[in-house]
């Protein structure tokens, strides 16, 4: 089978960065300029990171290929538009680099390494199959469901991509389409750079909920706005909402919890009294059952602690959530937390977790916590080797102490950039791993494996997955 493409060295003259690459989806609107992208890149798509390690190396990685699309005399970068980025900078440093904190002098490369592609489709396949499944995760999720919608509009299979969330990254696409038509971009564009389109998607998990919120999903994902007015009030209640409540994150939007959310946030900004209702309590006064609640996607799992139930319809019309304390977490007898699952696709990693579910269960602490340790480094290293700059080069360099806390923090500040994981998050796996005080931090985990005096603790190894899995869910999300 003859290749698709064809390696060549272009010079940096010829190469053009992509100004429909899907990165550019939530930040720009149209007749984009060239020194626009380059800074969004550097300072928003952390290509500085790139330019730092190209500087201090005075070297652009020979295999660090750029995918370039041959079209009529134009070479378009197609993948690898950050690392463009960064030697643009560098050519220019007085423009682009002159409030860094770093002083840069020029530093010029005349060609760089590229895959030429003639055939945008082919090139395309491969680009969104990296991008949106587990070879990288740096695109946001408004881009992944551009080139889903993009792919889906060529007249291809979406499914032929096999990413398991793809109708909801299309409608996310859909929904901020709509929002950019009826002027409300910019509302929507800030709650998406601040990490919250997982919550935003929440709500997309029932046609009944949308209903209420102003629109639906046709049977292909299209969006369907009746009425107007009702849907910017939706767009802009959910960046009032999201902006005020620090604490909402998408494991707290459950179908226990939804409509108290939409009551509570949403129904004071014009919406249908007769939409209100659909979770009220019966005649006896009792919440509605599990059938009658609303049906929502697998994935969205309730949240231990307190969780919200159906509303009270009180006297004054005025819907107030009532709450359930479940058990604590601690309580549990696994040593997992009980809703925890992972899609790991590195098959020896997988098999890896697998084993530990069964000791999770059987509760044999040791052997679970040696295991916790073994999983930690794989996953980071994993991640790690696909996606961070510089990361496999340092870990394999002996002459270089790259730690494990080290690995694991320049993973967590990836997941943090790439609005995998939110700040709290960040700051709990942190906590966790490198705080002196905490039971289980890195630390006592590699006496676990290489002290035979220590014993493992259990309410420490619950402790520890109840605030690390946000890591290992970011890694294997």
Known sequence: MSKVYEEQKINVDFLELDFN????????????LENEVVEHLLHKENAIEIVKEIYKEKDFYADSLLWVLKKDDKYIVKEGNRRLAAVKALSKPSEYLKNSKTKYEQ??????????YNDETALEDRIIRKHTQMEIASWSRLAQGAYVKRYVDSGRNVKDLNIKNHNS?????NFFEESKRLGQAKVLRKMLEEGKAAIIERFFSSAKITEQLGFYFDEKNNIKVPEESIFINTVKTFSSWLSSDKDITAHKINKKSI?????DYFAENGYKKKQLDLMKPNISGQPANESEMIEMNEDITPVEGKVDLPVEIGSHGKSKPRTKEQPHSLDRKALFPSDFRLNITTTRINNIYLEMKDLSEKKHKESFAIMTRIFLELSVDDYGDKNVQGYKVKREDKNVNFELLSRTTAVIEHLKNGNVIDIEQANAINTILNNPKSPLKIMTLNQYVHNKIIHADESALKTFWDNARYLFEGVWS
């Open 21 to 32: 690459n899907p990165r550019f989806i939530d930040s720009f609107d149209d007749n984009l």
């Open 107 to 116: 530093f010029i490369i005349k060609e760089l390494p590229c895959l030429v």
């Open 169 to 173: 990254l299309l409608k996310l696409y």
């Open 259 to 263: 409509q108290g959310y939409i009551n």
